[in-house]
């Protein structure tokens, strides 16, 4: 007992003993973000999972023009009944099963004097018009969209060109009037049909959070063990310096 004291003594050692709660604390503090960052990826793919099966609401039922969109309204099925503005935008850099390509995003103009922005679909990113690209029109005249709401993206770059492209489909940047809802629905189908190719609508997956959380919970419980061996090395050592004639056991 007096060796183990003896060891404890030492300021490397209690110095240890005094950071292992506090190293533990924050072994299970990022266990826990980890595990909260799965079950928010899990309820998103399992809302993504369940579009099929859901009946899809009025858009206004589910938002309203000028409100932020909560998380819980991602994959919400929606149907809205317009007219689509002229305007085309392009929304660069998307891939689809590893083409390179565009998104193609039109302002629907509904009856109640809100706008919303409309996912149509994918265009390929070709030699012919990666520079001057073709802007797919939207069909004319009164349209009914179902699809699901998706969050806007952050702001990045210079918004919208002369153009008509952009680097993100943020919608306060491409539809800025107060008029405009803070999501934008992912076209899944549309009478009269559209022309573009559809957006499969995907979830984000389950990632590797969830063996990130178990792995940081095995870090918190092998630093008291990893102590205690290295402690009892320790203490080993300072018997045999003190008798070199003593075999340790």
């Keep these: 007992m007096s060796d183990v004291l003896t060891v404890l003594k030492r ?8 950071a292992l709660p506090f190293a533990m604390a924050l072994c299970l503090v990022a266990a826990n973000w980890q595990w909260d960052r799965y079950e928010r990826r899990s309820a998103e793919q399992q809302r993504a999972d369940a579009v099929e099966s859901t009946a899809p609401v009025p858009l206004n039922a589910a938002l309203q023009p000028g409100q932020d969109s909560p998380a819980l309204a991602q994959f919400t099925p929606v149907t809205a009944t317009g007219t689509y503005d002229p305007q085309t935008i392009l929304i660069r850099n998307r891939s689809l099963d590893e083409l390179r390509g565009m998104w193609v995003v039109s ?3 509904l009856a109640d004097g809100g706008v919303v ?3 149509r679909g994918w265009q390929e990113a ?3 018009n990666v520079q001057s690209p073709d802007l797919p029109s939207p069909p004319t005249g009164q349209v009914t969209v179902t699809g699901v709401l998706q969050p806007s993206e952050r702001k990045r770059g210079v918004g919208l060109l002369s153009n008509g492209e ?3 489909l943020n919608t306060e940047t491409l539809c800025p009037d107060a008029a ?3 999501a934008y629905v992912q076209l899944i189908s549309s009478q009269p049909a559209d022309t573009v190719t559809a957006v499969p609508v995907r979830g984000p997956g389950l990632g590797p959070h969830q063996g990130y959380a178990g792995q940081w919970v095995i870090f918190a419980l092998m630093l008291p063990v990893g102590y205690v061996i290295l402690l009892r090395r320790e203490i080993r050592e300072t018997r045999a310096a003190r008798n070199p004639m003593t075999v340790s056991g």
């Design 11 to 18: 300021p490397t050692w209690w110095g240890l003993l005094l």
């Design 107 to 109: 302002p629907l103009r």
């Design 117 to 119: 922005l409309v996912l």
């Design 126 to 128: 070709t030699r012919d």
């Design 166 to 168: 952009a680097t993100t």
């Design 180 to 182: 405009c809802y803070r």
